[in-house]
């Protein structure tokens, strides 16, 4: 069963870019890649999602290189409260149906 | 707001003794999951309901039940919950377009605490 594979954590600093990567090599030819933010005692919120190339909303920005291996989430000037859980969620083609699959999870601290 | 609730957001039940958790959602989404997420871990997909479909997860084990009467609702059923299923449990929905990687809309979750 293929899975993706994310930093287990980062620290940060307020105002600081975070630049968190997820591994997915085996990614579906049809699959989105989609990011979740999680914090303590909450269910988690989409953050952003992209298919290819880059993709930037008001919170965030995401960088999927062209053999969409991997894909790069990317937090401008954070702050305290972007202290979480960020998960990259993708299709995973080895299993039937298409399961969708959470990777770890990245535990961000942002400092002051 | 539409938005997806769980009840209770604490719920403590006995070793052994059967525990229902439920969600309901304002969305109309077609597609209702039921995830189980301890301490430090990812949210693991218990199952999900397609419309009425059920679609289990092959190591779920048989000790969860679900059940969904109705679009807007869907109950988690612990038949005996065991020290191991102390956890968070969250529900979500998605659209159910057909895509992968659907966004999905989770709820606040409920903390289960066995006794």
């Known amino acids: 069963l293929a899975k993706t594979t994310q930093p287990i954590s980062m620290d940060s600093y307020e105002g600081q870019e975070v630049n968190i990567t997820c591994s997915h090599n085996?990614?579906?030819?049809?699959?989105?890649i989609t990011w979740y933010q999680q914090f303590p005692s909450q269910g988690p919120r989409f953050i952003i999602q992209?298919?290819?190339t880059k993709v930037t909303n008001e919170v965030a920005s995401l960088f999927i290189p062209a053999d969409r291996k991997s894909s790069t989430l990317s937090l401008p000037r954070v702050s305290l409260s972007d202290t979480a859980v960020y998960y990259c969620?993708?299709?995973?083609?080895?299993?039937?149906?298409?399961?969708?699959?959470f990777g770890g999870g990245t535990r961000v601290l942002v400092k002051p | 707001d539409a938005m997806v609730i769980q009840n209770p957001r604490y719920q403590v039940t006995q070793f052994g003794k059967p525990v229902t958790l439920s969600c309901s959602q304002t969305?109309?989404?077609?597609?209702m999951y039921w995830y189980q997420q301890k301490s430090s871990q990812a949210p693991k997909l218990l199952f999900h309901?397609?419309?009425?479909?059920?679609?289990n997860e092959a190591d779920t084990p048989d000790n969860f039940q679900s059940r969904r009467p109705n679009t807007s609702f869907c109950f988690l059923d612990i038949r005996s919950p065991g020290l191991g299923d102390a956890a968070m449990y969250l529900c979500?929905?998605?659209?159910?377009?057909?895509?992968?990687?659907?966004?999905?809309?989770f709820g606040p979750g409920t903390r289960l605490l066995v006794l």
């Open positions: 979500a929905t998605s659209r159910g377009s057909g895509g992968t990687a659907e966004t999905q809309y």
């Open positions: 085996n990614i579906a030819t049809n699959d989105y």
């Open positions: 992209g298919y290819k």
């Open positions: 969620l993708v299709g995973d083609r080895e299993a039937a149906g298409n399961k969708l699959t």
């Open positions: 969305l109309n989404h077609n597609v």
């Open positions: 309901y397609y419309d009425k479909d059920f679609n």
